[in-house]
């Protein structure tokens, strides 16, 4: 066998191999767990996105991560429910539930957990289950503590009312968390 055709041989049977690695490498993404696959924030190693709070009445929203860019709105809404899609320094970007978003102060935020109700006269139940007698109803737009989840549930607080509701009525809590 020449050289050539040995070179030829060998390139042939390299192009096929990365071929099969590649599919290999594509069929083992997809199967990866999303918790697995989750991004980490570059400053606090913490899970992006991840849900947290507003910690005061009024929260400057900036364009960018310094005091140096424009404000574009204010939360005035202690405790509402934000999401962290980025980290830089002592920044994070937020969104709100409409999808509004922009950078914040760290020490503006909190670790508490809120939800805001996304189902207007959503009933409170007393356990997690459809016909289970309610303790209260809560308004479209409320703000509530978040205590724990289930895989369809969540038990909130709200206006000293504690009870269940169902986690599709509620933003601020992802679909498959579990919270003890």
């Known amino acids: 066998m ?8 060998v390139a042939s049977w390299l192009t096929r191999m990365c071929a099969v690695l590649l599919i290999a490498l594509s069929i083992a993404a997809a199967t990866i767990p ?15 996105p991840r849900y947290v709070s507003i910690k005061s ?26 999401q962290i ?6 920044w994070r970007r937020v969104v709100d539930r409409d999808g509004a978003g922009g950078w914040v102060h760290y020490s503006l935020l909190s670790g508490t957990r809120t939800v805001i109700v996304d189902e207007d006269m959503l009933p409170l139940l007393n356990s997690p289950v459809q016909d ?22 969540c038990r909130l607080s709200a206006g000293g009312h504690r009870g269940w509701a169902p986690k599709t009525a509620l933003w601020g809590v ?7």
Request: net charge positive; proline share 5%.
């Open 34 to 48: 999303a918790a697995q696959a989750t991004e980490r924030g570059s400053v606090t190693n913490l899970p992006l």
């Open 85 to 90: 899609t980025a980290e830089h320094g002592h």
């Open 132 to 153: 289970a007698p309610a303790t209260a109803k809560l308004e479209l737009g409320v703000v509530a503590r978040l205590d724990s989840c289930s895989e369809d549930w």
């Open 57 to 82: 009445n009024e929260v400057n929203v900036r364009r960018g991560p310094s005091l140096t860019h424009r404000i574009d709105w204010v939360f005035k809404r202690k405790d509402m429910p934000v």
């Open 2 to 9: 020449t050289k050539l055709r040995f070179r030829a041989v």
């Open 174 to 180: 992802e679909a498959d968390e579990l919270r003890q």
